[in-house]
């Protein structure tokens, strides 16, 4: 059976005992590292990624319960399995000694072999389990920041071909019936029907234009966030019914990175989104702030709230909505959160600052916004 050795540490001054624990592990078919001191552990913990420690308690200068805790305080170690092998300190605080400063097991002396593969092979598929699902994991988050990306990339074409392929056409075609309705404006009952052809055409512009916005607002590339947000505050109060408000500070919002931007706005999107289709909500309040470290935003609404579950975000208490929005922050080494309101719910998103270099290029806006 194919699969990923993992490392075991072997700690004791005595390397008669290192030969006898290697005899004894080398069923298990991983890989031993050897260490005749504390110092030689810690060396290799650093060196390696480590997935059980097999310890004497007793050795000289710094003895097996100084050095699990030394290994405990270090936060990559902090779920390292740290087995005890001792002849000496087997009493029962001994063993609450050793468990306080991080043991998982206590093995005594003389050692059976039977017992001692059964519980490092124990903690050594644990850690190959959990090595595995964090692979797996760290490939979920590449994939979905893909698809994301993707996504932004198929709406910001689809707007764009609407309004220079489709609304440019319909607008061609009112300038086309206009010209004709001129040479043929003699015909009796051309002007009531041609007013309502007109009004036609004018409205299928209009819906093709705003479709093409609400894909991806041009104002978003060319003048950034904070306008951005106001124009769509705008147009969701006038499609929703729901009133809106929008603080910025500073109100002159600056130019962020493009994807950041997108990001942004998308997580407001949906934010109002599922205001409007579950909050029951007549008021949302949009607060968005660039601080010296981080950009900050939040959403809050007066509607009829949400449950614990929700707010403390268990898996399979929300939605896809919800869970795009995370990965979205997460992307950005941001941080998503949910709060009870008074009423209603607030959403709270942070994000750390970008460095000047990483958004100088997209920062610098166009004078005006093209029609």
């Known amino acids: 059976m194919n699969r990923n050795k993992v490392n075991i540490l072997m700690v004791d001054d005595q390397p008669s005992k290192l030969l006898s624990y ?3 592990l080398g069923e298990l078919g991983e890989n031993l590292i050897k260490a005749n001191s504390a110092r030689e552990a810690l060396e290799q913990l650093l060196k390696h990624d480590i997935a059980v420690v097999l310890m004497d308690v007793s050795m000289p200068e710094i003895d097996g319960f100084e050095l699990a805790e030394t290994i405990r305080q270090h936060p990559r170690f902090q779920k390292t399995a740290i087995i005890f092998v001792s002849g000496v300190h087997l009493t ?3 063993r609450m000694r050793g468990y306080a400063r991080g043991a ?6 003389p050692v059976v072999p039977e017992v001692l593969r059964a519980k490092v092979s124990v903690f050594a598929e644990l850690h190959r389990k959990a090595r595995e699902t964090e692979v797996l994991n760290a490939e979920l988050r590449r994939l979905s920041t893909i698809l994301l990306t993707t996504q932004d990339e198929e709406r910001r074409r689809i707007a764009r071909n609407l309004h220079d392929g489709l609304g440019q056409d319909l607008t061609a075609a009112k300038i086309m019936f206009e010209g004709v309705l001129r040479e043929a404006k003699f015909l009796n009952g051309a002007s009531e029907q041609s007013g309502e052809l007109r009004n036609l055409i004018d409205k299928m512009i209009q819906e093709v234009r705003n479709i093409s916005h609400l894909l ?7 003048i950034g966030l904070g306008f951005a947000l106001s ?3 705008e147009g969701f109060t006038k499609r929703s019914g729901i009133t809106t408000s929008l603080d910025t500070t500073p109100t002159d919002f600056p130019r962020l990175p493009s994807e950041l931007e997108t990001a942004i706005f998308r997580v407001v999107q949906e934010a109002l989104t599922n205001i409007f289709r579950h909050a029951e909500a007549s008021h949302a309040h949009l607060r968005l ?3 010296e470290t981080e950009i900050a935003l939040s959403v809050e609404d007066n509607g009829k709230g949400v449950s614990d579950q929700v707010v403390e975000l268990r898996p399979g208490s929300v939605g896809v909505g919800i ?4 990965q979205r922050v997460k992307e950005f080494g941001g941080e998503l959160r949910l709060r009870h309101g008074d009423p209603g719910t607030i959403l709270e998103v942070t994000i750390p600052m970008p460095s000047p270099a990483s958004h100088s290029s997209s920062a610098t806006a166009p004078a005006s916004i093209a029609s």
């Open 104 to 109: 998982v097991d206590y093995i005594s002396v």
């Open 22 to 24: 290697e005899a004894i």
């Open 323 to 326: 869970a795009g929005m995370r």
């Open 216 to 222: 991806h607002p041009p104002m978003l590339d060319e």
């Open 92 to 94: 029962d605080m001994d």
């Open 231 to 233: 124009w769509y505050l």
């Open 289 to 291: 702030v660039n601080r």
